[in-house]
């Protein structure tokens, strides 16, 4: 018996159809931008959770979750991230 596998970009599509879905989707997209760039400051420097933790003076589990989504971080906090990741913060905000 083969299974049948869902394809999230279809999912994804046809959910976002729906516009209390798309409402909540878009209230999410700072925060989902905010995890995405901090995921990839960190790969592209090859460290893991556990390397920037050590770098920032806190725990794998505080860079676990803030990659997670399950934290709310300060702006000091972003401010020693963005240290430990040797690179500047810039916060903007854009016209929709």
Do not use: C
Request: glycine share 4%; aromatic share 8%.
């Amino acid at each position: 018996m083969r299974r049948k596998y869902l394809d999230f970009t279809i999912w994804k599509k046809e959910a976002l159809k729906n516009h209390k879905i798309r409402a909540e989707y878009d209230k999410l997209k700072p925060e989902y931008a905010l995890i995405s760039a901090i995921i990839g400051a960190r790969s592209k420097k090859k460290l893991t959770q556990k390397d920037l933790a050590r770098k920032m003076g806190t725990k794998q589990s505080v860079i676990s979750r803030l990659e997670s989504g399950s934290a709310n971080p300060s702006f000091e906090f972003l401010k020693r991230l963005a240290r430990a990741l040797d690179t500047d913060l810039k916060i903007k905000f854009a016209s929709k």
